[in-house]
């Protein structure tokens, strides 16, 4: 147990510094803008490139591993939405918010610092994957999903929306890091040395800014109101989710152990930041996305610290179905 808990106490306590400065500077919301920029556009992007462009190329086409993990997410998107619908008497828009807030994990931010830090650096291509995958699924949902109930406002025909998802998922930095990585592990390239300590650098730097700025942001969108859905979106984003994945994997079968963690590491984690971009990008359930995200991001300090410490300890073996 002491090993868990000395793996996520610097991870959360990032979390918490951020939180805590936020709270004594009182800074506005906005002036963590160049940070995001910095994180999104150029620390993580080498994290993902530095990582990857040392990988064998046969790790990287995977299919099983991405079908397993996509379709785990869907499946988690559509039952919260399906829940909400109901609830809230056939709102599309505000329960489509609702399924991301329960299927949009922080696997940005969280993701590949956590996961590297506990399972090392084979995790780095389950987790590429499952960062590319699921965030193509969720550019694809909330448009889609926004469209179809007319709250987008845009009027837009079927293929400038399908144009629309494609450029959002090919620009993304993440993305791009990616496809790039890979590009250069397939013709075994490797940048100059003084290009490769910049991005070593870079990478080293992008765990910390990541976890210190979702901690100011967390401070600076404080709940004024609990969602009344908001024990449904808690147990599924963090309990269900993780366990569909788990079967799945298990029952698509023979991934490496590693493989496996990492996959159901990244479904356990909070609703991601994002959640709440969404929400204010299309005005509904705004200021409760922000609580779905600060309330789940709280609890998952117990629930992945447990996660962590089954796996890391033999009590979740690696396949459910050997």
Same mark, same amino acid.
Request: net charge neutral; glycine share 8%.
């Given at each position: 147990?002491?090993?868990?808990?000395?793996?996520?106490?610097?991870?959360?306590?990032?979390?918490?510094?951020?939180?805590?400065?936020?709270?004594?500077?009182?800074?506005? =919301?906005?002036? $963590?803008?160049?940070?995001?920029?910095?994180?999104?556009?150029? /620390? %993580?992007?080498?994290? *993902?490139? @530095?990582? #990857?462009?040392?990988?064998?190329?046969?790790?990287?086409?995977?299919?099983?591993?991405?079908?397993?993990?996509?379709?785990?997410?869907?499946?988690?998107?559509?039952?919260?939405?399906?829940?909400?619908?109901?609830?809230?008497?056939?709102?599309?828009?505000?329960?489509?918010?609702?399924?991301?807030?329960?299927?949009?994990?922080?696997?940005?931010?969280?993701?590949?610092? =956590?996961?590297? $830090?506990?399972?090392?650096?084979?995790?780095?291509?389950?987790? /590429? %994957?499952?960062?590319? *995958?699921? @965030?193509? #699924?969720?550019?694809?949902?909330?448009?889609?999903?926004?469209?179809?109930?007319?709250?987008?406002?845009?009027?837009?025909?079927?293929?400038?929306?399908?144009?629309?998802?494609?450029?959002?998922?090919?620009?993304?930095?993440?993305?791009?890091?990616?496809?790039?990585?890979?590009?250069?592990?397939?013709?075994?390239?490797?940048?100059?040395?003084?290009?490769?300590?910049? =991005?070593?650098? $870079?990478?080293?730097?992008?765990?910390?800014?990541?976890?210190? /700025?979702?901690?100011?942001?967390?401070?600076?969108?404080?709940?004024?109101?609990?969602?009344?859905?908001?024990?449904?979106?808690?147990?599924?984003?963090?309990?269900?989710?993780?366990?569909?994945?788990?079967?799945?994997?298990?029952?698509?079968?023979?991934?490496?152990?590693?493989?496996?963690?990492?996959?159901?590491?990244?479904?356990?984690?909070?609703?991601?930041?994002?959640?709440?971009?969404?929400?204010?990008?299309?005005?509904?359930?705004?200021?409760?996305?922000?609580?779905?995200?600060?309330?789940?991001?709280?609890?998952?300090?117990?629930?992945?610290?447990?996660?962590?410490?089954?796996?890391?300890?033999?009590?979740?073996?690696?396949?459910?179905?050997?």
């Amino acid at each position: 147990m002491a090993n868990v808990i000395g793996l996520v106490l610097p991870f959360f306590g990032l979390i918490l510094l951020g939180f805590i400065a936020a709270k004594i500077t009182r800074q506005r =919301l906005d002036a $963590l803008g160049w940070m995001n920029t910095f994180i999104i556009y150029i /620390a %993580l992007p080498a994290l *993902f490139f @530095n990582l #990857l462009s040392r990988t064998p190329v046969e790790q990287l086409t995977q299919w099983r591993f991405v079908v397993g993990t996509t379709f785990s997410t869907y499946t988690v998107f559509a039952l919260m939405f399906v829940i909400a619908v109901v609830r809230s008497g056939g709102d599309i828009p505000e329960s489509t918010i609702k399924g991301l807030a329960a299927a949009y994990g922080n696997i940005g931010y969280m993701g590949p610092g =956590l996961a590297l $830090l506990a399972f090392g650096e084979e995790a780095v291509v389950p987790v /590429a %994957l499952v960062f590319c *995958f699921d @965030n193509t #699924l969720h550019f694809i949902m909330a448009p889609l999903m926004m469209a179809l109930s007319g709250k987008d406002g845009t009027h837009e025909t079927p293929l400038h929306l399908a144009l629309g998802v494609v450029k959002r998922v090919l620009t993304h930095p993440f993305i791009l890091a990616t496809i790039v990585g890979v590009g250069a592990a397939a013709l075994s390239f490797q940048p100059p040395a003084a290009a490769q300590t910049l =991005l070593n650098y $870079l990478a080293n730097a992008a765990a910390p800014c990541a976890l210190f /700025a979702m901690g100011v942001t967390l401070a600076l969108r404080p709940v004024r109101r609990v969602p009344s859905d908001m024990g449904f979106i808690v147990a599924i984003k963090l309990a269900i989710h993780p366990l569909i994945v788990y079967v799945m994997l298990s029952w698509l079968g023979n991934f490496p152990p590693t493989w496996v963690y990492s996959g159901v590491l990244l479904a356990a984690l909070p609703t991601a930041t994002n959640v709440f971009v969404i929400a204010q990008q299309y005005g509904v359930w705004v200021e409760r996305a922000s609580a779905s995200v600060l309330i789940t991001t709280t609890a998952s300090v117990v629930s992945v610290t447990a996660l962590l410490y089954a796996m890391t300890n033999g009590l979740i073996p690696p396949d459910l179905f050997p």
